[in-house]
């Protein structure tokens, strides 16, 4: 009798373990009744979180635009492709995805001033900074006032280079700003004629203010370059990523519109022109250490030296932590009879990447609750000591040991009045 009692509080306790795990962990288990146990583990899909990075913005493009909206704005940044919703101001705004990194909005109409692009996904929202601000202009009554033209659009950062803008009606200027610091310039054989100031190396925003009132973008922003006027690169996003390749990389200068190459380290990459500023690769696989990245336009070349890192695998959070490895500290219960059907939990550390666990080698499906637990279940295996490992998608490994002993064949089955047969 007590061998009976034994085998249903093992049994009960089974169904509750069963219960307790998502629907998900249920449906991977092998059904309970009819037909024999497989002899060895499937190797059944894993069920796995997709994980979401943290959204933010690099610069947007242009970062002005008429109060009365339809401004179609290039954002930048990373982990921007799960886009679910634009605000500009607190106001929703339409958008399209255009790759993970960049997404494209037009502007809805909203009030004069100065405000943020906020951008949500499944994996957070934007910051509120500075390269997330845009402004909504009054419409100006001049509606002939228009800047098409702009020479040269790169200087020394220095200062002192001579801008000249040319359209229609500039004579009504009254005033010109370089990111929003006035800067000394005349009317001149009808052109407006600009100095720019020092500033640091990159792009710069130049805005025309007409005098009867609103705001005019010149037609490109103005390069701070000591390149000589050809290729250069500004800014790289992201500037880390794992050593088998596959980073989409957003290059932010100078010169990019007649690029005809981009290479690492010598090795040719894919790429896409997005702007005369701005070019988007896909990183080669590379051993682990820091590459350089150099674009081509044919009679010119620019090299970013040092300036992108692979690692066996990363911590988007902290990209210098480099090698992430799996540790295991429990599994429970730690033992279990041959017949398998045990829901075990593992416990450890930097479980996030687990791409695999096997048995003695034999794969097993598994559910990843969070980075520190997983839960599978243990297959049917001949009574002995065997080895669970987990391996994480850069291929490092942690393993932890589990026990099956001898099944006894089971009595009858009691009926419980509140529950009926087991095996209903």
């Known amino acids: 009798m007590e061998s009976i009692r034994t085998h249903w509080s093992r049994r009960r306790r089974f169904a509750l373990a069963v219960a307790a795990l998502p629907v998900a962990a249920v449906a991977f288990m092998p059904l309970i009744g009819g037909g024999g146990f497989a002899t060895t583990a499937r190797a059944e899909p894993e069920i796995q979180e997709v994980q979401f990075g943290t959204p933010s913005i690099s610069y947007l493009t242009p970062t002005a635009g008429p109060q009365t909206g339809g401004t179609i704005v290039t954002v930048y940044g990373v982990n921007l492709g799960w886009a679910t919703t634009v605000l500009v101001g607190g106001s929703p705004a339409a958008f399209s995805v255009v790759n993970e990194n960049t997404i494209q909005l037009v502007t809805p109409a909203h009030a004069a001033g100065t405000y943020y692009v906020q951008i949500w996904t499944p994996g957070g929202v934007t910051d509120l900074n500075s390269a997330a ?11 002939g006032f228009a800047v098409t033209g702009m020479s040269p659009r790169y200087g ?36 407006i004629l600009a100095t720019m100031p020092p500033h640091a190396r990159g792009l710069a925003t130049v805005n025309l203010y007409p005098a009867a009132g609103g705001v005019v973008p010149a037609p490109y922003p103005f390069a701070y370059t000591n390149n000589g006027g050809v290729l250069d690169i500004f800014a790289i996003s992201p500037s880390y990523g794992p050593t088998w390749g596959g980073t989409v990389v957003t290059l932010n200068g100078f010169g990019f519109a007649n690029a005809d190459g981009v290479f690492v380290d010598g090795v040719s990459a894919t790429y896409s022109i997005l702007s005369d500023n701005v070019i988007q690769f896909v990183t080669p696989a590379h051993a682990a250490g820091i590459a350089n990245i150099t674009v081509y336009d044919g009679a010119n070349s620019t090299t970013a030296v040092n300036r992108f890192t692979y690692t066996d695998f990363y911590n988007p959070a902290n990209p210098a932590v480099g090698i992430i490895r799996p540790a295991l500290t429990s599994i429970t219960p730690d033992n279990g009879d ?4 045990h829901p075990v939990v593992l416990r450890g550390s930097n479980l996030t990447e687990t791409k695999s666990i096997t048995v003695d080698g034999a794969r097993i499906p598994f559910v990843r609750i969070s980075d520190s637990e997983l839960w599978l279940t243990m297959p049917l295996h001949i009574a002995g000591m065997v080895t669970v490992t987990v391996y994480n998608s850069n291929g490092t490994t942690a393993s932890i040991g589990f026990r099956y002993h001898d099944a006894h064949p089971a009595g009858p089955e009691p009926w419980d009045p509140l529950t009926g047969y087991p095996w209903k």
């Open 338 to 341: 041959a017949r398998g059907m």
């Open 156 to 191: 020394s950062t220095a200062g002192g280079t001579v801008v000249t803008f040319t359209g229609t009606n500039l004579w009504n200027t009254a005033n010109v700003t370089v990111d929003g610091v006035n800067v000394p310039w005349i009317w001149s054989g009808g052109a």
């Open 133 to 143: 601000l845009f402004t909504f202009s009054p419409t100006t009554p001049d509606v």
